[in-house]
């Protein structure tokens, strides 16, 4: 069974920084790409970033480049996503989600429960 | 970027059916995802590659591309469909993922 576990959210200051961690579970972790997906309150989902398998390279949404970096440990089957200078607009729940598909055809086929981030003085 | 666009809002008579569509200029080159997303829990996948079901997703969910519009169609209705859908694609560059802004199903 697929389990992906967020986890590092929590209340932080405007400017502040924040790891979020994605633990997965039951299917072979280097062999996928991972993304990021977060939703703030009452919103819908905005994709923020996700990383290639084996080779590592990451993209990033316009909101949030420059001050986020998606990560992966492969030994470890865990993602993460290292926050810098925080706003109040991240302010929300980040999935973690497994990614499927195609260039032509992408999809999530799995995701993880969030975890929330508040951005507040 | 480019943007997909949802309409806000749709309702189907329980047991009827109801379509949500998905527009945009990258869907001429790149098929759509559903996710079904209820109060309080995480989205799930519903369809990918145009119109493939998950295990587990009641059959009665099919999707379909046209030109540069995705739609997701739900043939007969039940009151536990009620809930925000989303689609999802590439951007016209490739290079980000878009959602559409959601739709909320009610089933009257």
């Known amino acids: 069974e697929v389990q992906l576990l967020e986890s590092g959210g929590g209340l932080i200051q405007p400017g502040g920084s924040l790891k979020l961690s994605c633990a997965a579970s039951?299917?072979?972790?280097?062999?996928?790409?991972m993304s990021w997906v977060r939703q703030a309150p009452g919103k819908g989902l905005e994709w923020v970033s996700s990383?290639?398998?084996?080779?590592?390279?990451?993209y990033y949404a316009d909101s949030v480049k420059g001050r986020f970096t998606i990560s992966r440990d492969n030994s470890k089957n865990t993602l993460f996503l290292q926050m810098n200078s925080l706003r109040a607009e991240d302010t929300a729940v980040y999935y973690c989600?497994?990614?499927?598909?195609?260039?032509?055809?992408?999809?999530?086929?799995?995701w993880g429960q969030g975890t929330l981030v508040t951005v507040s003085s | 970027s480019s943007e997909v666009t949802q309409d806000p809002a749709v309702s189907v008579a329980l047991g009827q059916t109801v379509s949500i569509t998905c527009q945009g200029d990258?869907?001429?080159?790149?098929?759509a995802s559903w996710y079904q997303q209820k109060p309080g829990q995480a989205p799930i996948l519903v369809i990918y590659?145009?119109?493939s079901r998950p295990s587990g997703i009641p059959d009665r969910f099919s999707g379909s591309n046209s030109g540069n519009t995705a739609s997701l169609t739900i043939t007969g209705a039940q009151a536990e469909d009620e809930a925000d859908y989303y689609c999802?694609?590439?951007?016209?560059?490739?290079?980000?993922?878009?959602f559409g802004g959601g739709t909320k199903l009610t089933v009257l």
């Open positions: 989600a497994k990614d499927m598909g195609s260039v032509w055809a992408p999809y999530f086929d799995f």
């Open positions: 039951g299917f072979i972790f280097n062999n996928y790409g």
């Open positions: 990383i290639t398998a084996t080779d590592g390279r990451t």
């Open positions: 990258s869907l001429r080159n790149y098929y």
């Open positions: 590659d145009e119109n």
């Open positions: 999802n694609c590439r951007d016209t560059s490739g290079n980000y993922l878009l």
